[in-house]
């Protein structure tokens, strides 16, 4: 499915897989229904046909809160398969409770019956969705691919660290291994990144996503040396701290599942190769350079000093 939105008098095409979207609408369905079991318990329990007293409303208010975390937990990943899970298993709660809601005298069974039809559509939704997520994390790893997703707070707003993270080509000052980006046009660009064992890789990304000091998503295009995928979120911290940033990358490396095997071996783990990438980002964000530790500019013992002002360099 593809839709397209502009900014700036730039185009840019969004693609979502049709588990992602679906997945997205039930997160909001989901917090939806959880502000109406929250904020409007009584109307709400009248309406599937339930008792309005202090006990149906307090479970309500409860399995509103569910809904909420969940719907909440589903669009804050890109493949929110654990969130998606969770919200079948709320869903056979929920029958559950409409099935004993029917053996009660006071209840309206018409209007039950009507709830627990819904739900029963929603649950079939929840467990496709669900199904067809989980089967393509089988597939990618089955094939090999690696995965990471690791959050850093950067004492800098959304609106800069989203300007910063944009222009491609400030991407090698903080990132290890990449060696350069050139941006192609407002949607391609071509990386070059140096692998752990000195050998050059390339492909050219483009973005697939970019909403403005929110979120931008990429993905290698077809004949990648590495292909790979991946996304960062920008969201303001609690309390005026800054910006939560969260990145997720997916790559398969050459030689499929042997070769991830071999990558995590040797020490190529991407969890970690990707923390330290934010950690520069953070320091390049809030005091313009990376510095060196003194011990890894100045090599073989030697009396403590600090680093000269011009030995910045990439950690």
Request: proline share 5%; with cysteine; glycine share 8%.
């Amino acid at each position: 499915m593809m839709t397209t939105q502009t900014r700036n008098n730039r185009t840019y095409t969004s693609r979502h897989s049709t588990e992602q979207q679906l997945a997205y609408g039930l997160g909001w369905f989901s917090i939806g229904l959880g502000v109406a079991e929250v904020f409007a318990t009584g109307p709400f329990a009248r309406f599937i046909g339930l008792d309005d007293e202090t006990k149906t409303r307090a479970t309500l208010r409860t399995y509103g809160v569910r809904e909420i975390a969940s719907g909440v937990g589903i669009l804050s990943r890109p493949r929110p398969v654990g969130w998606v899970w969770s919200r079948v298993a709320g869903d056979i709660l929920d029958l559950a409770s409409l099935g004993s809601a029917m053996t009660s005298r006071r209840a309206n069974k018409k209007r039950v019956a009507m709830a627990t039809t819904a739900v029963l559509g929603v649950t079939a939704l929840d467990v496709l969705c669900s199904q067809q997520l989980s089967s393509e994390e089988e597939n990618a790893e089955s094939k090999g691919a690696l995965k990471a997703v690791k959050t850093i707070i950067v004492n800098r707003s959304p609106e800069e660290t989203y300007r910063f993270w944009h222009d491609f080509q400030n991407l090698p000052t903080f990132m290890e291994h990449l060696e350069s980006v050139r941006v192609i046009d407002s949607r391609r660009s071509h990386w070059k990144v140096r692998t752990v064992a000195g050998k050059t890789v390339e492909w050219i990304a483009e973005i697939v996503e970019d909403e403005p000091n929110s979120r931008i998503a990429w993905r290698s295009i077809e004949g990648a040396d590495i292909p790979n995928s991946g996304s960062v979120r920008f969201e303001r911290a609690p309390g005026g701290r800054g910006t939560l940033v969260t990145v997720e990358i997916e790559y398969t490396p050459p030689g499929g599942a042997l070769g991830a095997g071999l990558a995590k071996l040797f020490g190529s783990d991407p969890g970690r190769l990707l923390q330290r990438d934010l950690r520069r980002f953070k320091q390049v964000l809030e005091t313009g350079e990376v510095v060196k530790s003194d011990a890894s500019i100045y090599p073989g013992m030697h009396p403590a000093q600090p680093p000269s002002q011009n030995l910045v360099a990439r950690a």
